[in-house]
């Protein structure tokens, strides 16, 4: 069975500085990756995916992954963030050919002015 | 135009008293599924449809039941809620898995927060 782990629950940061958002995941298959972004009270939004060919991904809002096979990992990043990027963040995995979507415990983007 | 539609947004249910939450879609997916999400958690599979194949998770307690009467209209009952079971209820869906890889992302409704009092 996959697994997908966030090893950071909570992730403060300033306004315009980067940000690493770590995901890494487990299976014994080939899957997809993907992050999605929950406002407080709201569904999630999917921010990008990784399916196949090229390892990095560029999402919505500047937000960029980076999908590395050899560490199981799938990063997600941004330059510079906003207060408005303050936000719980999934990351989540789908087994190739398969219809479960799991997700991993999340980390709280917390931006400071 | 909303595309995964969850009513209500808010529901609030006594203890025992069962409840349904609905969730319907314009996307024509295959794919249906109900995440329970609870406070500062990740959301958790409860079950999911591929048309009307039914597919429960092992930990899923059988207090929750799901109906798919058509591929657009999908239902959430909980027979008799605890104080355990208030939660975000989120309805997805999603193309199906031999679909182009290029669908294979869930698109999810606004939720419906459910308290139990």
């Known amino acids: 069975a996959q697994s997908v782990t966030q090893l950071d629950s909570q992730v403060p940061v300033f306004e315009e500085a980067p940000v690493e958002l770590r995901c890494n995941y487990s299976s014994s298959v080939s899957v997809y990756l993907f992050w999605y972004v929950q406002y407080p009270n709201q569904g999630l939004q999917l921010l990008l995916k990784?399916?196949?060919?090229?390892?990095l991904v560029k999402g919505i809002n500047g937000f960029e992954a980076e999908f590395n096979k050899s560490q199981t990992s799938f990063h997600l990043r941004k330059p510079s963030v906003h207060i408005s990027d303050t936000a719980e963040y999934f990351c989540a995995v789908r087994r190739v050919n398969t219809d479960k979507l799991i997700f991993g415990t999340g980390t709280r983007l917390q931006v400071f002015p | 135009d909303a595309m995964v539609i969850q009513n209500p947004r808010y529901q609030v249910t006594q203890f025992g008293k069962p409840v349904t939450l609905s969730c319907s879609q314009t996307?024509?997916?295959?794919?249906m599924y109900w995440y329970q999400q609870k406070s500062s958690q990740a959301p958790k599979l409860l079950f999911h449809y591929y048309d009307k194949d039914f597919n429960n998770e092992a930990d899923t307690p059988d207090n929750f039941q799901s109906r798919r009467p058509n591929t657009s209209f999908c239902f959430l009952d909980i027979r008799s809620p605890g104080l355990g079971d208030a939660a975000m209820y989120l309805c997805?869906?999603?193309?199906?898995?031999?679909?182009?890889?290029?669908?294979?992302?869930?698109?999810f409704g606004q939720g419906t927060r459910l308290t139990v009092v």
């Open positions: 997805a869906t999603s193309r199906e898995r031999t679909g182009s890889p290029l669908n294979t992302e869930a698109f």
């Open positions: 990784y399916l196949s060919g090229s390892t």
């Open positions: 996307l024509n997916h295959n794919v």
